[in-house]
């Protein structure tokens, strides 16, 4: 089983929509990163979250510790905001080493 | 510099060569790490210094890759007698130290054929 599990896999809207892509992880951590790629390009780092909530601009990142769980939200989404979106928790006993989950990919149709 | 740089973006070899794949971090960045993304996956740790020193390096696949990084601020990572199954993206990352942020580089995509 995948340590780290999100959801939708697949996700397409409709611009100005509002987008939450699910993140479950198995194991204890100490923070979480949100990714994003766009297609044929790097990675780029969103957020980095131990607890709460951060915002963005239009980007918003929650998580809870205690259940697992992590959620990025897009408000008002544009195409521009197509690209495959990643959470990668810091495995359990490290501060350093991420385990990253297969990705979000987010097609945002004008 | 201003980003992660990494050199070269792409590199096609032939199986059973040695290639050298580098990583110039933000100047100031302590950390540096490597991962390997193959297609369809997501990027699997190798490497990651704290400084010159590799402080875990249990992500390397085998003896035949190797990773330096001799002032703490390029890192090198070598791959010898290269074989097919080595195909992938190698990304480089760098932070400010254990606990803040990663800043990733535009990747190697190594093709050996």
């Known amino acids: 089983k995948n340590e780290v599990e999100q959801s939708p896999q697949n996700l397409t809207a409709q611009e100005g929509e509002f987008i939450t892509i699910n993140c479950s992880y198995s194991?204890?951590?100490?923070?979480l990163h949100w990714l994003q790629q766009h297609p044929g390009g790097g990675i780029v780092s969103l957020f980095m979250l131990s607890s709460g909530k951060k915002k963005h601009g239009r980007l918003i990142a929650t998580i809870n510790i205690q259940e697992k769980h992590s959620s990025l939200h897009i408000t008002a989404s544009h195409p521009r905001d197509s690209a495959v979106y990643i959470c990668?928790?810091?495995?359990?006993?490290?501060?350093?080493?991420?385990?990253f989950g297969k990705g979000t990919l987010l097609t945002v149709n004008p | 510099g201003a980003g992660v740089s990494q050199t070269p973006s792409n590199k096609v070899t032939e199986k059973g060569k040695y290639v050298e794949l580098r990583c110039d971090p933000i100047?100031?960045?302590?950390?540096l790490y490597w991962y390997r993304q193959s297609l369809g996956q997501g990027p699997e740790f190798l490497i990651y210094?704290?400084?010159?020193?590799?402080?875990?390096d249990s992500g390397l696949p085998n003896d035949r890759f190797f990773a330096v990084r001799p002032e703490g601020s390029v890192s090198t990572l070598k791959i010898q007698r290269t074989e097919r199954g080595d195909s992938a993206v190698y990304l480089c990352?760098?932070?400010?130290?254990?606990?803040?942020?990663?800043?990733f580089g535009s990747g190697t995509r190594l093709t050996v054929v």
């Open positions: 990352a760098s932070s400010a130290g254990t606990g803040y942020g990663y800043t």
């Open positions: 194991v204890g951590i100490s923070a």
């Open positions: 210094f704290q400084g010159t020193g590799a402080a875990d």
């Open positions: 100047s100031g960045h302590t950390a």
């Open positions: 990668a928790p810091l495995s359990g006993g490290s501060n350093y080493k991420l385990t």
